[in-house]
């Protein structure tokens, strides 16, 4: 696969994200990016002080979850209001998310993160919404399968393959490293900032002296939820036969953005760039009806699976 075959990945845009109907006996995988946390930045701090009572740190920001909730709702009724009813009948979906919680980047004075789950919220307001379409498009409840868990109130599965991050002794020692070799660069002009260099695995020697993850750790754990996926789907086909799965994965962009990068370089090798992702954007993975994988980005659909 050449360069020139595969889309420029420079930025993922919520515009141009979506969700697809999978085929009879497939499965379409929407890896979506959180909503935007409240971590007391310049540009949050108009709508956290317009908040009553303000917003907590790690909380989603009340016009991001918003967007999270329509962004379901209209894209499900966009796939179902095409359909015959009893198209209709042959989907099931299921809403999944990463467990990644705020850790000592988020803190850095010293204190206790809030308990916030950045996905795990984001993945709960988008499930308000997919239960909306349904309910407009006449959809059985039983048809979101995360109630074949949370039976009386249906929330997201929480799933450790999409973490980000381990939180270990040296993390913050770590990235005050990279945020100061980001700043002398910069200031040569070679502008950066410490998540590319870390993405970028630029200072590796110092970081494995640190015993911290690099990017594909996390990628690897990012490919285990893709092959697992593909076995899952495979299984929840052949349990119901002649139906289409829809499966919506919130997760953080640490995660997804180490291992799409590394895809990438697969099918374009001269190419190495950190893909910005806006928050509730993302990308697709198709499982067809042999349990074959493919990357569904830019409108350009390449293979996953070997």
């Known amino acids: 696969m050449s360069a020139e075959a595969f889309p420029q990945v420079e930025k993922i845009r919520l515009s141009e994200t979506g969700l697809e109907l999978p085929s ?53 009724n966009g796939i179902l209001e095409g359909l015959s009813q009893e198209e209709k009948e042959q989907l099931d979906i299921i809403i999944v998310a990463s467990n990644s919680a705020l850790g000592p980047l988020a803190v850095p004075d010293g204190s206790i993160p809030p308990p916030h789950q950045r996905c795990v919220e984001t993945g709960a307001v988008m499930l308000e919404g997919v239960e909306k379409a349904m309910e407009r498009n006449g959809l059985k409840p039983e048809q979101l399968l995360n109630r074949e868990i949370h039976v009386v109130q249906p929330r997201p599965i929480v799933l450790r393959d999409i973490e980000d991050i381990k939180m270990r002794p040296g993390i913050l020692e770590y990235f005050d490293f990279l945020k100061e070799r980001a700043n002398e660069l910069t200031a040569q002009g070679k502008k950066t900032n410490m998540w590319v260099l870390y993405e970028e695995d630029t200072y590796k020697t110092e970081r494995e002296r640190l015993g911290i993850e690099g990017p594909q750790d996390i990628s690897t754990r990012m490919q285990k939820f893709v092959e697992r996926a593909e076995r899952l789907s495979s299984l929840q086909h052949k349990r119901t036969p002649d139906r289409r799965l829809l499966v919506l994965a919130v997760a953080p962009r640490d995660v997804v953005g180490p291992w799409l990068n590394i895809q990438v370089s697969k099918l374009s090798p001269e190419r190495h760039e950190v893909p910005m992702i806006e928050n509730l954007a993302g990308f697709g993975i198709t499982i067809d009806s042999a349990g074959k994988a493919s990357l569904k980005i830019a409108g350009q659909e390449h293979p996953l699976s070997e």
């Open 24 to 76: 009879v006996n497939g499965t379409y995988i929407a890896v979506l990016r959180n909503a935007d946390d409240f971590r007391g930045s310049p540009k949050q701090m108009d709508e956290a002080d317009k908040t009553p009572g303000g917003i907590e740190i790690g909380k989603l920001m009340p016009s991001s979850a918003e967007a999270a909730r329509e962004f379901s709702e209209q894209q499900l």
